[in-house]
């Protein structure tokens, strides 16, 4: 039985609390199951910071959630293993397997819930100006951080910008809408809830 779920992810640290939110079918699970759930903001050092935890933190789930900053083929992915910072400990076989993905990029998420963006970005809004697309995933990263700058410029909050209004937004959101629109997000949700089953 997991005591312990420790997930390292890849962000500045305002945006714990709303990833907090934005997770918390997870934590309630957690919780029931009398297991932590531990949210640990690393900013870029998060590869680094979860090869470490998988050392400090042998009895706990450790779990790294990133950026994949482009689309995520498995050519990609196995690269990505490669790196110099991705250093896991000898007995962590199944450690890239934690390694989850925000696919192309956190933003992607917000697109999956234009309700939610609308209501919080209010009047000047142009829900037009967003980027159409049900897999947001394959939304280019720059077309999904061009497509919110657009929609959100003329309201009152100004232009989106990730620290002034991303972990608003991360709070906001519902997961339900994120995780039908893309398949990474989901594949962590099932992995996690996982965990817990009886």
């Not at 002034?164 to 906001?172: K, N, Q, S, Y």
């Not at 398949?183 to 949700?189: A, K, L, V, W």
């Given at each position: 039985m997991v005591k312990e779920v420790r997930l390292y992810f890849e962000g500045d640290p305002r945006l714990r609390r709303g990833m907090s939110e934005f997770l918390a079918e997870l934590r309630e699970r957690a919780r029931r199951a009398g297991c932590g759930f531990r949210l640990i903001a690393c900013g870029n050092r998060t590869l680094e910071d979860f090869c470490d935890a998988l050392r400090s933190h042998p009895d706990a789930y450790v779990a790294a959630l990133l950026d994949s900053d482009g689309p995520l083929t498995e050519e990609k992915r196995q690269a990505f293993f490669h790196r110099r910072d991705w250093s896991p400990p000898a007995g962590a076989a199944d450690a890239a397997e934690r390694v989850f993905w925000m696919v192309q990029v956190m933003e992607a998420?917000?697109?999956?819930?234009p309700e939610t963006l609308a209501a919080f970005f209010g009047d000047g809004f142009q829900p037009g100006a967003l980027r159409k697309n049900p897999r947001v995933e394959q939304i280019p990263k720059a077309d999904v951080l061009e497509s919110l700058r657009r929609a959100s410029g003329k309201t009152r909050k100004g232009p989106y910008h990730k620290t002034?209004?991303?972990?608003?937004?991360?709070?906001?959101i519902r997961a339900g809408r994120v995780r039908a629109a893309a398949?990474?997000?989901?594949?962590?949700?099932t992995h996690v809830l996982g965990l817990f089953s009886e």
């Open positions: 998420w917000f697109l999956a819930d002034a209004h991303a972990p608003e937004l991360l709070a906001r398949p990474n997000c989901e594949r962590f949700f």
